[in-house]
């Protein structure tokens, strides 16, 4: 099981390093305190209880973060999920729901933020380096809001608007669009 576990690990940070989500610098460059990661290891199963994946999630220990940015992500509000799934039942739509991998990642940082090395993986440059994060990490105070901010332009560029009432319901030309952290129903 030890092997699996290192497989998940191992791509978590192949997928992490495929979207440049950091640099690795020497310690002296860190302007700020380097904060620690840590792992956050599941098991995905099928409905009848069989293991069908081993998942790992590396994570910055934002809980450690000496800031006072902003870190308010809207999500979208219950009575909203009711008026979406009524008025699909009601007029007949179709529905579909996307859940974005990595999303966090997908935001890039607006501030400069050093972690250490995942624990069990080797410098390429050998002792006394860091980390820089170029994009948002699960973890990171910030991370859900350069999310939302993240999606919510790509939706405009896509000609989606969002309500007055809550700003987690999109539409555009027929079509509502609810958004609940990383997933989103159509």
Known sequence: EVAKWMAAAELEIRALEGKTCWTEVPI??????????????????????????????????????????????????????????????????????????????????????????????????????????NRSLYGLSVAPRLWYEHLMAAMRNEGFLPSSQDPCLLTKKGMLLIIYVDDVGV
């Open 28 to 133: 002296t460059d860190a302007t700020t305190t380097i904060l620690p990661g840590t792992w956050v290891f599941k098991r995905k199963r099928t409905p009848d209880g069989v293991i069908h994946k081993y998942k790992s999630r590396y994570c910055c220990r934002g809980d450690l973060e000496q800031t006072e940015d902003d870190t308010f992500a809207p999500v979208v509000a219950w009575s909203t999920v009711r008026l979406f799934l009524i008025l699909t039942m009601t007029l007949n739509w179709c529905t579909c729901s996307v859940d974005f991998s990595n999303a966090f990642v997908q935001a890039t940082l607006d501030k400069d933020v050093w972690i250490h090395l995942p624990r069990g993986f080797r410098s390429t440059k050998g002792h006394g380096t860091c980390l820089r994060l």
